[in-house]
T-cell receptor, first 106, second 112 residues
């Protein structure tokens, strides 16, 4: 059962542009994680959010946990080619979303 | 820290053969997870251990799949007999308490 839906599924943008990806569920989670996965490697943890409405920043990446703790968003400012990868959200660490594949074109 | 270590990185085997995937978690992490990743189904949790004890194996697809964790530093995932539909990337991850996971680099399994 896929509990977390991510959108968009694929995203291709030019270097310097901003973007937002979404992670939505009908379930409430105690915590939500965001990972980035590069080809041939395992996912790497970016952030964990635990409080409804919480906002965390990691350099050019801004993560927000929905007030009801059912959804989350990831906003990237001034995307760079190094941001290219598969972005995955996970609810309570166990349940992974479908992923957003991001390509940043130089 | 060397991180989570998985072996082999790639495995090609014939249908019907036994396959064993290996994982060494990060020292001090008390939870270990096996995931399978495919294009169609994404990352699926197969089984997880807490303090070497299997807690939830509801994600194991069939009786052909089995996992063991004989000690805190080693786990195996075995498929016997293997089938072409088992082809996927298998990841092992470990974590400490309620922290996020640290994943290994995965084993790409191809069953022909």
């Amino acid at each position: 059962t896929q509990l977390l839906e991510q959108s968009p599924q694929f995203l291709s943008i030019q270097e310097g542009e901003n973007l937002t990806v979404y992670c939505n569920s009908s379930s409430v989670f105690s915590s939500l994680q965001w990972y980035r996965q590069e080809p041939g490697e395992g996912p790497v943890l970016l952030v964990t959010v635990v409080t409804g409405g919480e906002v965390k920043k990691l350099k050019r990446l801004t993560f927000q946990f929905g007030d009801a703790r059912k959804d989350s968003s990831l906003h990237i400012t001034a995307a760079q080619p190094g941001d290219t990868g598969l972005y995955l959200c996970a609810g309570d660490s166990f349940y992974f979303g479908t992923g957003t594949s991001l390509t940043v074109i130089p | 820290d060397a991180g989570v270590i998985q072996s082999p990185r790639h495995e090609v085997t014939e249908m019907g053969q036994e396959v064993t995937l290996r994982c060494k978690p990060i020292s001090g992490h008390n939870s270990l997870f096996w995931y399978r990743q495919t294009m169609m189904r994404g990352l699926e949790l197969l089984i997880y251990f807490n303090n070497n004890v299997p807690i939830d194996d509801s994600g194991m697809p069939e009786d052909r799949f089995s996992a063991k964790m004989p000690n805190a530093s080693f786990s195996t995932l075995k498929i016997q007999p293997s089938e072409p539909r088992d082809s996927a990337v298998y990841f092992c991850a470990s974590s400490h308490r309620d922290g996020g996971y640290t994943f290994g680099s995965g084993t790409r399994l191809t069953v022909v």
